[in-house]
């Protein structure tokens, strides 16, 4: 990339000036987001993409513009930084080279770019971003609801039994009743708090912001009004270390006179029991808190703040009990009317206790929230016995029910959430939840319609069961509302095969289920934790269906967290026991394999300059331990190949230490990868010789001369093994099998695969990894074959049999019921296959963030089209084919402008491609 002075550029590109340019510059983020509001980046990234009809369109130059407001940068003035003209087709994440941002303000950027002959096109439309706190100080206090001795219950109805004027009294009376009783000790077992803070504007803002967080889960209305977007605010992170704000505009919300902010204030992952030992507060003291600042801005250049402090007031709320695992209990005979709005009259509401400010990092929230993303309506409904109906949504999802009913005051309606049905195909079973109780009850207010959707919890679940509703229930009475962080979804994939467009949609709705701030093994029993293994098999496919940028930083920061003092990566991220173990091979390599992954398929450095001293300290513990090369020390747990094809029981039947040391090699490859990206290059000769000793170690221990690759293994089942699926899987994968071998290698995992009747015996980490290892291999008849197999195990089996997300298990239907999810996404890996293979949308070597693109789609027996659009971050890659009537198959590929491609067809030379699309016929 070079800096050219305007002039000198403009001499570049000089002779008659061609009519303005085609071109645009579309698609503006800013630290991948569309017009984030409160980030903390001091050096923000920006991307684009460029959006031009023309064959072969390609960016030869951009100028980045940064201003205080947008009219100055239509004046062409950017008062706050100018990249100059930069000879450079970069698009992804162009980074701020400007002077120091000021916290909480909005900046206008435009970029103009030049298209392939120089020509200017005209600026992108102004788009934005704004600062956030960005370090400084909070002026508020950290508060939590006071503790209160007597039951609030019986206390609030009565309140509102002698209060019929709620709303009716002056300002001045606003929110100065005596302290009163009321249990809101902030404990999630007992009720949830309510706090509101009321106040007076003489005049309105031009501009207020809320910055809020809680060490807990908050929901925050201004004026009775939700602030914004977003559920279970905020994110999960390891509380102990870090915790994420939110920033909101709420400028529009305000009025002059009276107004009021209202919190409800729960348990959340802070304080909710989590994990295997049901711990409360795992990450910190009780009780839950908030941290609060509404910055007002005024047209004559005043500023104000009103922040959380002891001016604020409590009270108990009608949610009764509301946790992640067991649900959420509700008595809408608690609610108080309008007390989040001015003019509401908080009798026997009581003071707010300040807490100490916990040591903690507090960082801008730079990912969308978890928040709605869509709605599922019943399609079934049915009543199993008098009293019980079981609602089907005929979709396995994650969120939560919406409930709509009419009754008697105190009638109370119970729901209970499940995957399954029982055996009698009636009733449901929650047996696979374990101890999560994924129940909400709702107490009728009575007097009209109702409806209720819980306000901090959320269950895996198709079926609800619903006791005590009053007379029948309407089809309608039940919607699933589908929740998680709210990723922008960048794939589109269809074949003439029902049941393989089944398995994808499958692998994306698991995927929406399990992004909960963190990427989680399962949504609904009494887990959900940020399983590291899970997750870096499945990262490559996540990263074609949704764009993890954002989400994938932010869960390395947990990861960080999560690391030991000696360097060990965790099973889980975040973390919540101390003094914890080093986590597994394969599971622990996250914290190598992801940043990688993502540099590659996003093509931005900075994530990998973020996690690469923590990568640098784990090949540190395990090459301390493991002087010889093979990781046989230094692993705490170990759970091999976790849930084997082919097996009713847990544990991998492939050699553990084996294992190890082919992720320890991979390790070490995808370090030096990354090194050399650093510009690194002692650091990347270094990994590059540890790769190649431990692939010389792992050749003479597990590689035979004939090709098999293996050890003797006994798995704590009993079961005894050598050479195993996975072993060559892993071996081959990972490039461990010496050249002259590989072919050997190959052929004897497909021996192996015949000799199962064309089935598998992978589990977690095998699965991931087989198709790639067979079509690399030149067996992509042998990839068709697995992938197209029905009966068990295999992926379409479980379609097949009714899966409308991916199971944790290849035998879902008859496993041990205390550990099968029918939402788990590990074994969905196999979408990577699906895309980089199937419909071949790869990256080139060497290439990243898709600016150089390989296509090499294939085909098989079984199909007759396939066609796939991946959203990439230079824009829509396309690529499918179909079989015409003579046999030929039709290619057509599509390549975005500012990328450059090669089409790899079958008998033909590779033809080099530029933007634009392309048709084929293959006889
Ligand atoms: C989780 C996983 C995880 C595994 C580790 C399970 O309980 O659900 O998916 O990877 O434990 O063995």
């Known amino acids: ?14 002779g008659p000036r061609p009519a303005a340019s085609p071109a645009r510059a579309v698609a503006l983020r800013v630290e991948h987001l569309v017009t984030p509001l409160g980030i903390d980046a001091a050096r923000p990234r920006f991307s684009w993409q460029m959006a031009d009809p023309r064959r072969g369109a390609r960016q030869s130059a951009y100028e980045l513009l940064v201003a205080t407001a ?23 994440d162009v980074v701020y080279g400007g002077p120091p941002l000021e916290p909480r303000r909005r900046y206008w950027w435009t970029v103009c770019i030049r298209d392939r002959e120089g020509s200017v096109a005209p600026c992108a439309a102004p788009s934005w971003w704004e600062t956030g706190m960005m370090g400084a100080r909070w002026a508020a206090t950290w508060i939590a609801a006071t503790p209160a001795p007597v039951d609030s219950a019986s206390d609030v109805r009565t309140a509102q039994r002698t209060s019929p004027s709620l709303g009716n009294l002056p300002s001045g009376a606003l929110d100065t009743v005596a302290p009163t009783v009321g249990d809101t000790t902030g404990d999630p077992a007992g009720r949830v708090p309510l706090l509101r803070r009321a106040f007076r504007l003489a005049a309105l803002p031009v501009r207020a912001r809320i910055y809020a967080t809680a060490l807990g889960s908050y929901r925050l209305t201004v004026n009775g009004a939700g602030a914004g977007p977003g559920a279970l605010l905020p994110d999960w992170t390891d509380y102990r270390f870090r915790d994420t704000y939110q920033s909101y505009d709420v400028t529009r919300l305000l009025r002059r006179g009276e107004n009021a902010l209202g919190v409800v204030l729960g348990a959340g992952w802070y304080a909710g029991r989590m994990g295997y030992s049901s711990t409360r507060y795992a990450y910190g003291p009780p009780p839950v808190r908030l941290l609060l600042e509404l910055h007002l801005s005024y047209a004559d250049g005043r500023e104000e703040v009103i922040a959380s402090d002891t001016a604020w007031r409590a009270a108990p709320g009608p949610i009764l009990f509301s946790e992640i695992y067991d649900g959420e209990s509700y008595d809408a005979r608690l609610e108080q009317p309008g007390w989040g709005r001015p003019g509401f009259r908080a009798l026997r509401w009581h003071g707010v206790v300040p807490e100490s400010a916990p040591a903690l990092e507090l960082q801008s929230q730079n990912l969308p929230p978890i928040e709605p993303t869509g709605v599922v309506h019943s399609r079934r409904r049915w009543s199993p016995s008098p009293g019980t109906w079981v609602f089907d949504l005929g979709q396995n999802i994650a969120g939560w029910a919406r409930l709509a009913v009419r009754g008697r005051r105190g009638t109370q309606v119970r729901m209970r959430f499940a995957e399954i049905l029982d055996t009698d195909g009636r009733n449901i079973t929650q047996i696979n939840l374990r101890s999560a109780k994924a129940t909400d009850t709702y107490v009728l207010k009575g007097g009209g319609a109702e409806t209720f959707e819980p306000h901090f919890t959320y269950h895996g679940f198709r079926y609800v069961e619903v006791t005590g509703y009053p007379g029948t229930p309407a089809l309608s009475a039940v919607t699933g509302i589908v929740a998680g962080t709210a990723l922008p979804e960048t794939a589109e994939l269809a074949t003439s095969d029902a049941a393989l467009d089944r398995l994808w949609q499958n692998i994306r709705w698991t995927q929406r289920a399990n992004l909960y701030s963190v990427p989680t093994d399962c949504p609904q029993r009494d887990e959900r934790m940020g399983w590291m293994g899970d997750a870096q098999v499945f990262w490559r496919t996540a990263s074609y269906n949704m764009d993890m940028a954002a989400f994938g930083e932010k869960w390395l920061a947990d990861v960080r967290d999560a690391q030991t003092a000696w360097g060990c990566f965790p099973n889980y991220a975040p973390d919540f026991i101390r003094d914890r173990p080093c986590g ?3 599971w622990a390599d996250a914290g190598v394999i992801i940043p990688w992954t993502l540099w590659k398929h996003y093509g931005d450095v900075r994530v990998v300059a973020e996690q690469w001293p923590a990568v640098e300290r784990y090949l540190k513990f395990i090459a301390d331990s493991n002087p010889d090369f093979l990781w046989r020390r230094g692993k705490d747990v170990q759970f091999g190949d976790w849930l084997p094809a082919g097996s009713t029981k847990s544990w991998g039947e492939t050699n553990t230490d084996l294992i190890a040391t082919a992720f320890w090699a991979y390790d070490a490859a995808l370090a030096a990868d990354m090194a050399g990206a650093l510009g690194r290059l002692a650091d990347a000769a270094q990994y590059r010789r540890t790769f190649e000793r431990v692939r010389a170690a792992f050749d003479s221990a597990y590689v035979r001369p004939d090709g098999r690759v293996g050890a003797p293994f006994v798995n704590p089942d009993g079961v005894h093994s050598e050479f195993t699926q996975t072993a060559s899987v892993l071996a081959l994968r990972f490039g461990l099998v010496p050249d002259g071998l590989r072919a050997a290698a190959a052929g004897r995992l497909v021996d192996d695969i015949a000799a199962h009747g064309w089935h598998l015996t992978t589990g977690f980490l095998g699965s991931a990894y ?20 029905q009966s068990f195990p295999s992926w379409l089996y479980e379609v097949r049999h009714g899966a409308t997300t991916t199971w944790e298990r290849w035998n879902g239907d008859h496993g041990d019921p205390g550990m ?14 699906l895309y980089r293979y199937l419909a071949g949308i790869d990256e080139a070597p060497g290439s990243v963030g898709f600016a150089v693109i390989e296509l090499r789609p294939r085909w098989g027996p079984g199909l007759d089209s396939v066609h796939a659009v991946y959203r990439s971050p230079r824009g829509p890659i396309a690529s499918g084919w179909l079989r015409l009537r003579d046999g030929a198959i039709q290619v057509t590929v599509s390549l975005p402008p500012n990328t450059t491609g090669r089409l790899f067809l079958p008998s033909r030379p590779p033809q080099d491609l530029e933007a634009g699309t392309y048709r084929v016929v293959v006889r």
């Open 1 to 14: 990339m070079t800096v050219l002075p305007a002039v000198l550029f403009a001499a570049l590109v000089a």
């Open 70 to 92: 947008p009219a100055r940068l239509a004046a062409g003035s950017a008062d706050v930084w100018d990249s100059g003209v930069i000879a450079a087709d970069s698009s992804v």
């Open 770 to 789: 087989v198709l790639p290892v067979l079509s690399d291999a030149g067996r992509d008849d042998v990839a068709f074959k697995l992938l197209e197999q």
């Open 820 to 833: 099968n999810s029918y939402s788990h996404y590990a074994f969905g890996a196999v979408g990577e296959w």
């Open 584 to 586: 597994a091979p394969g």
